[in-house]
């Protein structure tokens, strides 16, 4: 996917999680630091913190939207814009893959 505007990403984030997607990446526009939310079942979602942190958290969808704003802010303090990938399959959730450099 493109690169988000911040302002928006949570939404985003909500409304591709609701469809038939596993999970979401989110980058920073250098790939060098990231969140993953992943869905585990209908309403936890796994979510792993890459970059200044790491930590993981087991969260339900109501308490996503306020650790999310929390993340954004930690993690990407000066971006306008973040990289946003859906994840469709198990395969990709490969933590640990390098995406594109630019």
């Excluded at 038939?20 to 992943?38: D, S």
Aim: net charge positive; hydrophobic share 35%; charged share 30%.
């Amino acid at each position: 996917m493109a690169l988000v505007n911040r302002n928006n990403v949570l939404e985003t984030i909500i409304s591709l999680l609701n469809k038939a997607g596993h999970g979401v990446e989110i980058l920073t526009y250098k790939r060098n630091r990231g969140v993953t939310i992943i869905k585990d079942s209908k309403c936890l979602l796994h979510v792993s913190e890459r970059g200044y942190q790491q930590k993981d958290w087991l969260v339900d969808q109501g308490e996503l939207p306020k650790l999310i704003k929390k993340l954004l802010k930690r993690e990407f303090p000066r971006s306008r814009k973040v990289r946003l990938y859906q994840l469709k399959s198990p395969e990709d959730f490969d933590l640990g893959q390098h995406r594109k450099k630019i």
